[in-house]
């Protein structure tokens, strides 16, 4: 592909200009940072695994009529999408007590919440994305409050799509973020979901036997991160081929390749 212009470094993903006005490449780094960048490393293939990964539950995702950014995956490592406004809050939806919730309010990991829990934080770095009130969101003006409505009712739809479809493989969705954008059509303002949804942005624990299947291996220092988000791609049905002949190599069990 052309090259083209950068407008956005994050610390996952980068975005480009993309090939039609309104629309922007999004290219998913292998790098993974935690605790506001504080701690950072490079997860070799995470990238490949989260665009793919995000593709398949954007459109699942959109399917139930949730409209999202996401137009189509271009290659392993980018997607197209929509160029939108993003509403500059982090919507957190939390089942189970974990992570912040837990250290904030001394509740047991692992805790089942007595309901699904969804938290605003505001995305600001140089402030630790700090917790927020509905009343910081709409007196500031992050939000209206019409738009904070729309936003809790797709998050609650999400999470109850998103808690039954990883339950089917056996996994529990214990909490996730999401980020939403503004998008004109016409003259009509839609919110749609924004981002990615990967493993990177939720908790995800075997139904079975809790183990951590997400990012917080890479918070932990649990190592194993690669392969926690190559079998949930794998649960998934959609572990690229690519990095599943990659997986066989190093296992030895390739069929001798002619160099
Ligand atoms: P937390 O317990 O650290 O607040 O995280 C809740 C969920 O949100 C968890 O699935 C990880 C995700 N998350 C992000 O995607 N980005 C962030 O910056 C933070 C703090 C959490
Ligand atoms: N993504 C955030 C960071 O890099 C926080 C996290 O996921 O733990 O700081």
Same mark, same amino acid.
Request: charged share 30%; aromatic share 8%; hydrophobic share 40%.
């Given at each position: ?81 929509? !160029? ?5 809050? +982090?919507?957190?939806? @939390?089942? %189970?007590? *974990?992570?912040?919730? $837990? ?75 999401? !980020? ?5 059509? +016409?003259?009509?303002? @839609?919110? %749609?979901? *924004?981002?990615?949804? $990967? ?61």
């Amino acid at each position: 592909m052309a090259r083209r212009r950068q407008l956005y470094e994050g610390k996952a993903k980068v975005l480009f200009e993309g090939p039609e006005p309104g629309t922007l490449v999004q290219y998913f780094k292998d790098d993974a940072t935690a605790f506001n960048n504080q701690k950072k490393d490079v997860i070799t293939g995470k990238g490949v695994l989260n665009n793919r990964m995000s593709e398949y539950l954007m459109e699942r995702v959109g399917q139930i009529g949730i409209p999202t950014h996401f137009i189509k995956r271009l290659n392993m490592r980018e997607q197209l999408v929509r !160029e939108v406004e993003i509403i500059p809050l +982090e919507v957190v939806v @939390r089942n %189970v007590a *974990a992570g912040q919730i $837990s250290q904030r309010l001394g509740i047991a990991e692992g805790t089942q919440l007595p309901r699904s829990i969804v938290e605003y934080y505001l995305k600001a770095d140089e402030l630790g994305d700090p917790l927020l009130a509905e009343e910081h969101v709409t007196a500031f003006g992050w939000a209206t409050p019409q738009e904070l409505d729309e936003i809790l009712s797709y998050a609650l739809r999400i999470n109850d799509f998103l808690t039954g479809l990883f339950l089917g493989i056996g996994l529990k969705l214990i909490d996730f973020k999401l !980020e939403f954008g503004r998008y004109w059509e +016409e003259e009509e303002m @839609r919110i %749609v979901l *924004a981002d990615e949804l $990967s493993p990177d942005n939720m908790r995800l624990w075997d139904a079975q036997t809790d183990e951590k299947m997400d990012k917080d291996r890479f918070r932990r220092d649990m190592g194993g991160v690669r392969e926690a988000y190559q079998e949930v791609a794998r649960r998934l049905g959609i572990l690229p081929e690519e990095v599943q002949a990659e997986a066989a190599a190093e296992m030895g069990q390739a069929p001798k390749s002619v160099h």
